[in-house]
Structures are given as structure tokens and as C-alpha cells.
């Protein structure tokens, strides 16, 4: 590191580095002892990417199996990073986890970098080639606390152990917004970003995530407020021109522009017409974001809250606050928090509002060191009894979400390593390449890549459109099973009625228990009752051959050891 840096972004970059380097090393441990020493991640997704990564090195197939080209992921340039490494190092499972850790610290060092600004620069206003640390004791208070609630909220441990794009992503957004808010201001000239600096991440982003689009249509029209005509274009252009691209090859190979995974689980649902004209729209644009935001990340609320006042507050003191990238980059989390809540959603690990969480704890710490708060004013008895009881609901849910996303990380991954690997092993050793129907693909696919018919619509061009045309149902999937030579079908029976509107048609076979969550119980379908006896008997084989952590109850018209 430049001996010249900032003395506090040094420091809080180390400390919180260290923290993070530590808690995952003990995370880490957990897991592979969870997971009869191998390192698992805790998203059965992950091994699509991984899956799909390896067919595009190995076979020239961008697809989750090398027998034809699938959209099943949201994150192209993840595929093709990890596709890179693979060429590099190897094919492991162990890349995804190390490229997690050094975008985590990459992420860390952006973010002190951006906290630390206010309290090296705030003296007089004025920017040199290098920041000087002076004596602030309010913005070097704000870099701790947004340090402190980045790395606790956003769990980039967690996500690290994910083995997926999230905590890239987080990076890269944190550093484009910063960028372009000082590109947009204009007012730090010495140092004013400008060129393959500004748009080279626009280009990358949306590759990382597609909802990461929000960011160049919100800037745009800061630009166009500001009177930036070439901006307001080339900022939606440049992030446009990757997306365009994988569009094109995705329609050229017989898909749809957007991957299936995007509108396979999109929020975008139909529902207008039912509720009616202006109603609908003010539910969709208002209630029900508010509603997700309040279910799901309500610490993200919370911090949009703050960060809205804070914008306000910034606005009545001075009107050239507005103006400044501070408070720019604010609005932009703001505004683009409420768009992810509009279109796509939040849960399935916490990993989808990481990004959110990265961006509110750093801008709202970084805004609030400049607005420069008179500390005196908080010791008055109305300013008491209204803050502590904020700060206390605050408080309260940095660490609940902090407990949550930190519970438990060899359970989580426990599971997948038996609910999903198990049955992966268990096909690539008794069915090869033979013609499987699934739910879950990832570990599945890493495995065995089998001829895959899903039924989730992740990696099934078939299948994707029944489920856009609304004729999924029991009887198109037996006709894909018997034009497919599908054998085996391994299902989860809650999701499937979920998904296809009734049981599975097939004859059961057996029912696997994961120990480790015993209630994510998956089973065995035949798709004849010709082939149940064969199922039952090589089943039974794979369950005596090895000391397993899946509790297998047969079916008993076909256990052989009854």
C-alpha cells in the first residue's frame, strides 16, 4: 500500500480486512467440517456458474450442460471470470471462494476509501494529489460506524462462502457510483474521472448483475438536470453495449435477450388489469415496494429513511448541496434501493440487497461527515428522547441482521452438500449421461451433467416457455419425459406443486432426509413403473456402498429389503 495514503483509510482498511479474513477462515472451518471435509458453498446456484464456466472452457458450450447453450445465469461475466480462471489455474471448486475473498477486500478498500474522504478533505475545502488526515473527529466517527455496519449487514463472509457474484458486485457498484457522482459534480477537479474510467464499469456492471441498469438511467437524468447532454447518453450507451451483446447471442442460439433465470423469477407479474388502471400502479410503484423492503431487508428501509432526511436536511441547509458528489451519490442509492424494490426482490440468503446494504453504509456515513452536524445540538432533551429511541430500533436491527445472515454457516452449507450433492453423486455413478429431470441443477450438473430436463425453467428452453405460455402442468412435462428418455426424476414435492399446480405424475420411489434439514426432503421419481424396481435396487446399492448423512426410506412396493 502507498506509505503516502490517508492514515485513517489505512487503518480502517486493515482492521476491518483482518476481521473479515479471520471470521472467514473460522466460517470457512465450520463448513468443511460440516461437510465431511470439503469446502461447500451455501447456494446449490453456485455450481450452475461453476457448471457453466467449465462447458464454456471445456466444450465451447455456454450452457449448464456441454449438450447445448442455456441463459440459466444472471451473471455472464461471473461465468466468464470464473471460465478465465479455470483456463489458468485448473478446475476446482475452490476458485469461485478465492476470487470472493479478494473482491471482498477490494470491496473494503473502496469503501474506507470513500468513508475517509470526508475527514482527509473537509479542512478548508480544498483537494490536493493526496489527502491530508486532519483532526475531525466527527468524520472520522462516520468512517468507523459505516465500516463497522458495511461489514456486519452486507455479511461479506457469508457471501463469500455463496462462491457467487454477489460481493463483486457490491464492489464494482460502490466504486461506479462514487465515480459517477464526482464525474456528475464536477467540483473535485484535480481529480474529476473522466473516459474509460467512467464507462468501462457502466460496460461491466450489468454483466455482473442485470439489475445493476438502474444505475445508468438514474445518472442520466441527474445529467440531463445538470445540463450534461453527452453524459445523459453516453452513460446509458456504454452500460447498454455488453447487455446488447449477450442479448444478441442468446437470441441468435434460439432464447430470449433476457436469461431465463431473470424472467423465470422476475417480480414483474401480471396483475393490472385485476386491479385496475391507476390503483395498480400506485400499488406497484409505492405499496409494494415498501411492503417487500419492510418484510424482507427492513434495515434497508431504515437507512433509506436516514438517507432521505439526510438529503433533505442537506437541501434546506444549503441548496449546493444537491450539487455535490456527497449527496449525489446518496440520491442515486436512494432512488436506485426504491427501483430494486420495484422489479426484483430480496431474501434467498440475503444475498440480492447486499449490494443495497454496501451502498447505504457507506454514503449515508460518507454525506453525513460532510453535512458536519453540530454534535452539541444531540445533548438537548428533545433531541434525546427522539434519538435514543431511534438509535435503539437502529441498533436492533444491524444486529439481527447480523446474527442472520452469520447463524449457522456449516448447516446451510450441511444442506446442500447432502441435499444436493448427494443425489448428483448418486446420478453421475448409476445413470451417466443419461436423461434426468430435476429441480435443483447446480451440484447436479457440476457432477454429472446429465441430459437435463428442469423443471424449474433454469437451464430448459422447452420448459421456460411453458412456463411463459402458462401450460407447465403435469401433462407437458410426461410428454418431455417420454420424447426426452427421461429415467429418473428427482423432485421436491412441496415446490413442484408450487410450480406445476399438482403432484408429480410419476411413480414415487424413495424419499431422501438430508440430517442436516431434515425437512428439505427430496424424492425419487420413476417415470414408468417399469423402471421403479431398477431405481429401488441401484438406490439401495449407492446407500450400502458408502456412510451416508441422507436418511433413504424406499417405497415399500419396491425395497428389495423389506
Not at 301 to 314: D, K, R, W
Not at 400 to 409: A, D
Not at 426 to 448: D, P, R
Amino acid at each position: 500500500m502507498d506509505s503516502t495514503a490517508p492514515p485513517l483509510r489505512t487503518a480502517l482498511f486493515a482492521v476491518a480486512a483482518l476481521a473479515y479474513l479471520a471470521g472467514t477462515a473460522l466460517a470457512a472451518w465450520a463448513v468443511i467440517a460440516a461437510c465431511d471435509g470439503r469446502l461447500i458453498s451455501w447456494l446449490d446456484d453456485a455450481y450452475i456458474h461453476m457448471a457453466m464456466a467449465r462447458n464454456l472452457l471445456e466444450h465451447g458450450v455456454y450452457g449448464v450442460t456441454p449438450h447445448g447453450f442455456t441463459t440459466s445465469s444472471s451473471s455472464p461475466a461471473w461465468v466468464i471470470l470464473l471460465s478465465v480462471g479455470y483456463a489458468l489455474l485448473g478446475v476446482s471448486e475452490w476458485l469461485p471462494f478465492a476470487v470472493n475473498a479478494v473482491a471482498t477486500l477490494v470491496l473494503l478498500f473502496c469503501a474506507a476509501s470513500i468513508l475517509t474522504r470526508p475527514a482527509d478533505t473537509i479542512a478548508g475545502g480544498e483537494l490536493g494529489p493526496r489527502w491530508r488526515m486532519i483532526d475531525a473527529p466527527w468524520p472520522a466517527a462516520c468512517a468507523v460506524v459505516g465500516m463497522v455496519a458495511l461489514v456486519a449487514t452486507v455479511a461479506p463472509i457469508t457471501l463469500t462462502l455463496a462462491a457467487m457474484e454477489h460481493v463483486a458486485h457490491a464492489a464494482l457498484m460502490l466504486y461506479a457510483t462514487d465515480i459517477l457522482a464526482r464525474r456528475l459534480c464536477g467540483e473535485e477537479a484535480e481529480e474529476m474521472p473522466t473516459g474509460a474510467s467512467v464507462h468501462l464499469p457502466l460496460l461491466l456492471l450489468p454483466l455482473v448483475r442485470y439489475e445493476s441498469l438502474w444505475l445508468p438511467v438514474i445518472a442520466a437524468a441527474l445529467a440531463i438536470g445538470r445540463r450534461q447532454w453527452i453524459a445523459a447518453i453516453a452513460m446509458p450507451a456504454a452500460a447498454s453495449v455488453g447487455v446488447v451483446a449477450v442479448g444478441a447471442w442468446s437470441c441468435d442460439a434460439g432464447w430470449w435477450f433476457l436469461p431465463v433465470s431473470i424472467l423465470a423469477k422476475t417480480s414483474l407479474v401480471p396483475g393490472a388489469a385485476a386491479d385496475g388502471g391507476a390503483l395498480y400502479v400506485a400499488k406497484f410503484l409505492l405499496w409494494y415496494p415498501f411492503k417487500r423492503l419492510l418484510l424482507n431487508a427492513p434495515i434497508l428501509l431504515a437507512i433509506m429513511a436516514m438517507s432521505a432526511t439526510t438529503l433533505a436536511v442537506a437541501v434546506a441547509r444549503d441548496r449546493d448541496n444537491a450539487r455535490t458528489a456527497w449527496f449525489l451519490a446518496l440520491a442515486m442509492f436512494v432512488g436506485g434501493a426504491w427501483t430494486h424494490a420495484t422489479f426484483r426482490q430480496f431474501g434467498w440468503g440475503g444475498r440480492y440487497e447486499g449490494y443495497l446494504l454496501a451502498m447505504g453504509c457507506v454514503f449515508l456515513p460518507a454525506a453525513l461527515a460532510r453535512l458536519r452536524p453540530d454534535v452539541r445540538a444531540f445533548r438537548s432533551r428533545p433531541a434525546l428522547m427522539a434519538g435514543l429511541p431511534l438509535l435503539a430500533l437502529l441498533t436492533g436491527l444491524v444486529v439481527h441482521r447480523t446474527v442472520v445472515m452469520h447463524r449457522g454457516p456449516g448447516a446451510a452449507a450441511a444442506t446442500v452438500w447432502q441435499r444436493d450433492f448427494w443425489p448428483a453423486d448418486f446420478v453421475a455413478q448409476h445413470f451417466g449421461g443419461g436423461s434426468v429431470m430435476a429441480m435443483n441443477i447446480g451440484a447436479l450438473s457440476w457432477i454429472s451433467s446429465p441430459r437435463l430436463t428442469d423443471v424449474l425453467a433454469l437451464g430448459d428452453r422447452e420448459v421456460a416457455g411453458l412456463l411463459a405460455a402458462g401450460r407447465l402442468d403435469n401433462a407437458a412435462l410426461i410428454d418431455l419425459a417420454r420424447r426426452r428418455g427421461v429415467t429418473v426424476a428427482i423432485l421436491f414435492d412441496a415446490d413442484y406443486r408450487r410450480w406445476v399446480g399438482a403432484p408429480p405424475p410419476f411413480v414415487r420411489v424413495a424419499t431422501g432426509r438430508p440430517q442436516a434439514a431434515p425437512e428439505n426432503a427430496f424424492a425419487f421419481y420413476a417415470t414408468t413403473p417399469e423402471r421403479a424396481a431398477e431405481l429401488a435396487r441401484a438406490l439401495q446399492t449407492y446407500v450400502g456402498e458408502r456412510t451416508t448423512r441422507v436418511t433413504l426410506t424406499v417405497e415399500p412396493a419396491w425395497s428389495t429389503r423389506r
